[in-house]
């Protein structure tokens, strides 16, 4: 829907991602992230990995992303990228697959380095909210 309503998304998307990712706080790993997302009302929303001397309480850029979403009136997520520390695009983490999944659900599009895919490519027969309403 937005490519048809804004073009193609990916060049603004991937230019905030870029941007974002300076932000990054990892001064343990190093590795920075930078995540860019559209929101079904326009928005763009972004979020950058932000690290822990306790290691495993490191915030991933999607947290931060998913954070501004619903500090920003909440929404569902359309289109997602995120890019490391030299602009290339990256995978998100299965942890966060399952946090994109949430909000934007099977049809949420990702940029990733074979090309465009749906969450329900990359996270099939994923667990969600209407598998709660089942049990
Ligand atoms: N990281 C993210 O921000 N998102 C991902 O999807 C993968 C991993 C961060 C966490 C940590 O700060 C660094 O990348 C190395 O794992």
Known sequence: MSEQVHGDPWPRLLSAAREVMRRAY?????????????????????????ENAA?????????????????????????FVCVNGTGEVVMPCGRCRQLLF?????????LTASGVRS????????????DLDAG
């Open 55 to 79: 290691y495993g309480v490191t915030l991933c850029a999607e947290c931060g992303l998913v954070s501004a979403l619903h500090a920003g009136g909440g929404g569902r997520l359309t289109d």
């Open 119 to 130: 969450m329900a490519q990359v996270m099939p027969d994923a667990f969600g909210p209407d």
């Open 26 to 50: 990892a001064p343990y790993s190093r590795f920075r992230v930078g995540a860019a997302a559209l929101v079904d009302d326009g928005r763009l929303v972004v979020g950058c990995n932000v």
């Open 102 to 110: 949430e909000h934007g659900g099977a049809d949420l599009r990702l």
